[in-house]
């Protein structure tokens, strides 16, 4: 079966710091994973998915994300926090091989200070 | 291109009472998809359809929730009747017909329910 655990439920870090959001996935098949952003008040966005191609995947906003199939793991990176970067996050994994359901985890809320 | 919408944003019912919530997908999408999301939860798929037929209901609790897609456009999710525990932000996505992951999920702006 698949599915997808958010290792941390709320990461805080300085404007200009790295982020880093932890994910790892577990799938029967070779999977295709997403990370999703929802920001207070609107609607779920995509950043950035994984399909089979290049394991670095580059998204909006500056963020990229790396498939480890040997970690089994899908962390959502980004170099320079920036305060509109504040936000909830989902990884997410299909539900099927067709890739047209998905599994979201639980979110990880992600803080910004300045 | 227009978004997904959906309405209401906000409804209020007491428990055992009937509610509707209505989706207009993206012009043109094939996929529908109806999502509960629970406060501190992710979205969790209730329904997917594909035109006007249904691909997964699996997650859907037929005993009070039900949704159709007539004509293969707009969408309605039913819940009859309302327990406490069904509170939460309905969400709609659509997404065109295509090949694998080729095209992304396109979601509303939910519809937040309170059952009091």
């Known amino acids: 079966a698949q599915s997808v655990t958010q290792l941390d439920s709320h990461v805080s870090v300085s404007e200009g710091t790295p982020v880093l959001l932890r994910c790892n996935y577990s799938?029967?098949?070779?999977?295709?994973l997403f990370w999703y952003v929802q920001h207070p008040n609107k609607g779920l966005q995509l950043l950035l998915k994984?399909?089979?191609?290049?394991?670095l995947v580059k998204g909006i906003n500056g963020f990229e994300a790396e498939f480890k199939k040997s970690e089994t793991s899908f962390h959502l990176t980004k170099p320079s926090a920036h305060m509109s970067d504040a936000a909830e996050y989902f990884c997410v994994v299909s539900r099927n091989q067709a890739g047209t359901a998905l599994i979201f985890g639980k979110g990880t809320t992600l803080s910004v200070s300045s | 291109e227009a978004g997904v919408a959906q309405s209401p944003r906000y409804k209020i019912i007491e428990k055992r009472q009937s509610v509707a919530f209505w989706c207009n997908p993206i012009s043109g999408h094939a996929t529908l998809y109806w999502y509960q999301q629970i406060l501190g939860q992710g979205p969790k798929l209730l329904i997917q359809f594909q035109n006007n037929g249904v691909v997964d209901d699996s997650q859907l609790p037929k005993d009070r929730f039900s949704a159709e897609r007539l004509k293969g456009v707009d969408s309605t999710l039913k819940i009859q009747p309302a327990k406490l525990e069904d509170s939460a932000v309905y969400l709609c996505a659509s997404r065109q017909l295509g090949q694998r992951d080729t095209y992304e999920q396109y979601f509303g702006p939910g519809t937040r329910l309170t059952v009091t």
């Open positions: 799938s029967s098949y070779s999977p295709s």
């Open positions: 994984y399909t089979s191609a290049a394991t």
